[in-house]
């Protein structure tokens, strides 16, 4: 069931989104409150998205807060995402790291806005690959890759490293399956 939001519901929602997301919503995105946020509303026992935010601003054990971001993040993610920059990566930036952790430098890579990890765990089996063809396997020990995401269960799929056959397809070729079987035996 869909909750209607009247304009002035709107406002606070979107502010108390902004606020605890950093989403900033334009004008005429209300579709994506009524959609995203409906079930909330019915589940905390409200009537309306007024008295949700009320809700919300009084929860002090942050569960209603961490809810309304999980529903509002988009969290698209998937395997090599985005072929231009991982070519990028692969002939510019990668060699240049591997260079520095030659030389005994730790290198250490923020993966923000990771959802549920493809991204970091993409550029571990390009990292690995890239070593592996210089005979370097064992240099991978000085890099760290720390992915950070504001959505809560996002971040427990990364962990956790579990992917559905769908997600494991998406982005991802059976030749690399089969090459960096290494890396991918302890995501499913």
Same mark, same amino acid.
Request: with cysteine; hydrophobic share 40%; glycine share 6%.
């Given at each position: 069931?869909?909750?209607?939001? &009247?304009?002035?519901?709107? &406002?606070?929602? +979107? =502010?108390?989104?902004?606020?605890?997301?950093?989403?900033?919503?334009? %004008?005429? +995105?209300?579709?994506?409150?009524?959609?995203?946020? =409906?079930?909330?509303?019915?589940?905390?026992?409200? &009537?309306?998205?007024?008295?949700?935010?009320?809700?919300? !601003?009084?929860?002090?054990?942050?569960?209603?807060? %961490?809810?309304?971001? %999980?529903?509002?993040?988009?969290?698209?993610?998937?395997?090599?995402?985005?072929?231009?920059?991982?070519?990028?990566?692969? =002939?510019?930036?990668?060699?240049?790291?591997? +260079?520095?952790?030659?030389?005994?430098?730790?290198?250490? @890579?923020?993966?923000?806005?990771?959802?549920?990890?493809?991204?970091?765990?993409?550029?571990?089996?390009?990292?690995?690959?890239?070593?592996?063809?210089?005979?370097?396997?064992? !240099?991978?020990?000085?890099?760290?890759? !720390? *992915?950070?995401?504001?959505?809560?269960?996002?971040?427990?799929?990364?962990?956790? *490293?579990?992917?559905?056959?769908?997600?494991?397809?998406?982005? @991802?070729?059976?030749?690399? +399956?089969?090459?960096?079987?290494?890396?991918?035996?302890?995501?499913?």
């Amino acid at each position: 069931m869909i909750i209607k939001v &009247t304009s002035q519901e709107y &406002t606070l929602m +979107k =502010s108390y989104i902004e606020k605890h997301c950093g989403i900033h919503l334009s %004008d005429g +995105k209300d579709y994506l409150i009524e959609t995203r946020l =409906s079930d909330l509303v019915i589940e905390f026992g409200c &009537t309306s998205f007024f008295e949700f935010h009320g809700e919300a !601003i009084k929860s002090f054990d942050g569960k209603i807060r %961490d809810r309304v971001v %999980d529903a509002m993040t988009t969290n698209e993610t998937f395997w090599f995402r985005d072929e231009n920059c991982w070519n990028y990566l692969e =002939s510019d930036i990668v060699p240049d790291l591997l +260079k520095k952790a030659i030389a005994g430098h730790p290198v250490r @890579i923020w993966s923000a806005a990771a959802s549920t990890g493809q991204e970091a765990y993409s550029l571990t089996m390009m990292i690995e690959e890239q070593a592996r063809k210089r005979g370097l396997p064992r !240099i991978t020990s000085n890099f760290e890759i !720390i *992915g950070t995401d504001i959505s809560s269960s996002a971040l427990f799929l990364a962990i956790s *490293g579990r992917y559905d056959v769908l997600s494991m397809g998406r982005g @991802i070729s059976d030749e690399r +399956k089969e090459r960096d079987l290494s890396i991918l035996q302890y995501l499913n």
